[in-house]
């Protein structure tokens, strides 16, 4: 995770649910599909840096919040389900990290996006080919 995710994390949930006496269980069972949406690609000092690549991720998983104490479900429920996500890693230090993790329904912003992107043959010089 890129550390601006990992403080937002903990700032907006995790220090929240501790509060409230309650933990985030989240469970993958398996990975249903996996698919590519955006690559924008960046080229600072020949390493890639904050290149961005976006994918949506499809597990059969289930989470849910439960009382620390009691272990009662109090948000959710323990059923396996399909959920999708967008993730979206960004290239930092030479290693893709997490930078978001995002609703399915913000799909739509990325594939907008993309067709904004000028086509790749006109970002990359014959000399870098």
Known sequence: MTDWYWQNQQ?????QWKKQGVRNVCNV?????IKPILLQHKN???????SKLVVSITA??????EDINTGKVVEGNK????????????LEDEQWKVSAIEESETLMNFVKTS?????IESTVSRSAI
């Open 44 to 50: 600072h000092d020949q390493k890639h840096e904050s």
């Open 79 to 90: 059923k396996y389900k399909p959920v999708t996500t967008i993730w979206i890693f960004i």
């Open 115 to 119: 067709k904004d992107m000028p086509a």
């Open 60 to 65: 059969k998983m289930n989470d849910y919040l």
């Open 29 to 33: 069972k398996k990975l249903t599909s």
């Open 11 to 15: 700032q907006v949930y995790l220090e």
